[in-house]
């Protein structure tokens, strides 16, 4: 059975870091791609990095481009989101997606299997 659980998020100050992590069961991750979304109150969820499983590049959102990184941790089946110098409007949920493929895309509806998201407040 294929799942995935996000971890990490919090409350933290414009500038600060956090680390999200996204564990998967049922596969590894190692053989498929992982995305990472986030979703704003009121506003559309939108694709924030994707590692692909094939030998292409990690893909970024231009608004976190050089803040932001993704990277898998094969030994504990997960993938992690660095995110660095946050600003408040990074600001959502933040969820990981998986379509046991091998690309990535940044449609929503191209993933059939979702964590459940967690928090992630910037205010001061």
């Known amino acids: 059975q294929v799942q995935l659980v996000e971890s990490g998020g919090g409350l933290v100050q414009p500038g600060q870091s956090l680390r999200l992590s996204c564990a998967a069961s049922g596969f590894t991750v190692d053989d498929y791609t992982i995305v990472w979304f986030r979703q704003a109150p009121g506003k559309e969820r939108v694709g924030v990095s994707c590692?692909?499983?094939?030998?292409?590049?990690?893909l970024y959102n231009e608004a976190v481009k050089g803040r932001f990184t993704i990277s898998r941790d094969s030994a504990r089946n997960t993938v992690t989101l660095q995110m660095n110098m946050l600003k408040a409007e990074d600001a959502a949920v933040y969820y990981c997606?998986?379509?046991?493929?091998?690309?990535?895309?940044?449609?929503?509806?191209?993933?059939?299997?979702w964590g459940q998201g967690t928090q992630v407040t910037v205010s001061s």
């Open positions: 590692i692909p499983s094939n030998s292409g590049s990690v």
């Open positions: 997606a998986t379509h046991l493929k091998r690309y990535c895309s940044w449609s929503p509806t191209a993933y059939d299997f």
